[in-house]
């Protein structure tokens, strides 16, 4: 499936905040891209709004418009506050669960390690990186990938602590999905409730 490849600082600049992670130029210019970034611009529309909190999200998580929209509807089907379900759906992904466990420093370098068979769930490899992980299972790197030094790099102090729905092992490299993390403790910038606003006009 096609991907956004593109210049991430562009994307980053345009939401003003760091999507894909500390961003150098971000800091720098923290205003949209283009000859006019830095001018004053015209009131944005409720509809904008909306479409511009449903492409950051698409961005953050790294997935392209049909398969954000199927996850939505499977959030719609759900019982419970579909906005909140939307982001708790994205977050239980496995390539965010690799992510989340510091695996790799971004989102899409931890689907890289998906897709290249480098990740196990519950003693599987699993190269899926939608693949939905349930509470109680375990996402481990591969036994002989564990030396790799990308990972390693990223595991390089890093705060599993921060995120309190998965625990980590050092020792096995591992770490288990304990719950579905509530809202309040994900920390993506997501105003969900805009994309169900978004979505429910159509």
Known sequence: ?????????????????????????????????GQHGNSRRRKT?????????????KYTYGLLEKQFRNTYEKAKRTKGI??????????????????????????????QLVSHRHITVDGK????????VRPGQVVAVREKNKSMEVILNSLSGFNHSK??????????????????????DIPENIKEQLIVELYSKN
């Open 82 to 111: 579909t906005g909140v379900i939307l982001i708790q759906l994205l977050e239980s992904r496995l390539d965010n669960v690799v992510y989340r466990l510091g695996f790799a420093p971004t989102r899409a370098g931890a689907r």
């Open 45 to 57: 529309s409720e509809y904008g709004i909306q479409l511009r909190e449903k492409q950051k999200a």
């Open 163 to 184: 995120y309190p729905w998965i625990e980590y092992s050092d020792s096995t490299m591992s770490g288990t999905f304990l719950h579905i993390p509530e809202r309040d």
């Open 125 to 132: 490899v699993v190269n899926i990186a939608s693949y939905n």
């Open 1 to 33: 499936m096609a991907r956004y490849t593109g210049p991430k600082t562009k994307i980053a600049r345009k939401f003003g905040e760091p999507i894909f992670g500390p961003d150098k130029v971000l800091s720098k210019k923290n205003y949209p891209p």
